[in-house]
């Protein structure tokens, strides 16, 4: 559909969904796909992020991303939690299921 070859598109979408709908609600899926994609933006090249406007966007994205990483900024935001955060921190249910865990271990085998 997005090549404009709307008869082997509407061909495949009948064989896929052949036996699964009416054949009814296979055409109006189809054009219900169909007007989805003429709805749909038309995306730009790449080599227009590098023009106009947007090649000031485009600085100010990789600049901001370059001192994040240069600056360690994107390691702590990452990482913080794991180093001020004594072990303490983690949920009670692990406390409760080692609890468990040993309770069972320190009973034997049981006899049935």
Do not use: W
Not at 79 to 100: E, H, T
Request: include cysteine.
């Amino acid at each position: 559909m997005t090549k404009n070859r709307m008869h082997e598109a509407r061909i495949a979408h009948r064989e896929y969904r052949h036996g699964t709908m009416s054949d009814v609600a296979i055409e109006e899926e189809f054009q219900a796909l169909k007007q989805g994609l003429l709805d749909e933006t038309e995306q730009g090249k790449t080599s227009e992020l590098f023009q106009g406007n947007n090649l000031k966007r485009t600085s100010i994205v990789a600049g901001v991303n370059f001192f994040q990483q240069a600056t360690g900024q994107a390691f702590a935001s990452q990482y913080g939690k794991l180093r001020f955060c004594p072990f303490s921190c983690k949920p009670k249910g692990n406390r409760q299921l080692r609890a468990k865990l040993q309770g069972l271990a320190s009973s034997g085998p049981s006899k049935r």
